[in-house]
């Protein structure tokens, strides 16, 4: 089937006006936000061009999206930085899944999510989220020793590693677009929390893997 080069830059644009929207403390970062939007614009010379793209206008688009791709991922790994407290090292966010994060008395706690269509590799509905705090040496309780991966998620057709609040509706990407949904994923691990620790989650934040 032919590309639909009208089609393709509409979407370019519409994640170029999404990109715009963003927060400019975080999103302008070293110049994220202008390398971003000249790649997305670089795409109207052959968005525009009539006739068939070329194979090598097709690769051109596909090489695009691939860089503006992993620039957009690289950048909101770095959305759960530097939160307290900061001696703790950066959980690993799993593949095929993401992390919420957020810090309460000073406590540093993380919860692993895995997407539909995949699960935890080992049984994890008593212990919801993994902490790093002074108590814990500024290490993450994990069941993975002497690293800092929390979680990994596997393809499986079955989920039963975890409760059913550990995993997203359908993808964290899904759930990260969408206010409504991102706030049922925060809601879901303040009760987590709240179950067993007392206090106000401050430095809340939600990476995808």
């Not at 759960?80 to 994060?101: F, I, K």
């Not at 692993?112 to 008593?126: A, E, P, T, V, W």
């Amino acid at each position: 089937m032919e590309p639909n080069g009208r089609l393709l830059w509409v979407y370019a644009m519409t994640v170029l006006a999404n990109i715009s929207g963003q927060n400019e403390t975080t999103m302008t970062t070293t110049g994220f936000k202008t390398d971003v939007c000249s790649n997305i614009t670089d795409l109207k010379g052959v968005c525009d061009s009539s006739g068939a793209w070329t194979p090598q206008q097709v690769a051109q688009v596909l090489l695009t999206i691939r860089t503006v791709s992993d620039r957009l991922h690289q950048q909101q790994l770095q959305e759960c930085r530097g939160a307290e407290p900061h001696q703790c090292p950066e959980a690993e966010v799993p593949a095929n899944g993401g992390l919420v994060c957020a810090t309460v008395n000073n406590r540093r706690l993380c919860k692993s999510l895995c997407n539909q269509g995949y699960d935890f590799h080992f049984i994890k509905r008593s212990r919801p989220y993994e902490e790093c705090s002074q108590a814990t040496g500024y290490r993450w309780t994990s069941y993975y020793v002497g690293g800092n991966q929390l979680a990994a998620c596997h393809n499986s057709s079955l989920q039963v590693g975890g409760k059913p609040t550990m995993y997203f509706q359908q993808d964290c990407l899904t759930a990260k677009s969408s206010v409504a949904l991102q706030n049922v994923v925060f809601d879901d691990f303040s009760a987590d929390v709240g179950a067993k620790i007392s206090g106000t989650l401050t430095e809340k934040c939600l990476v995808c893997g």
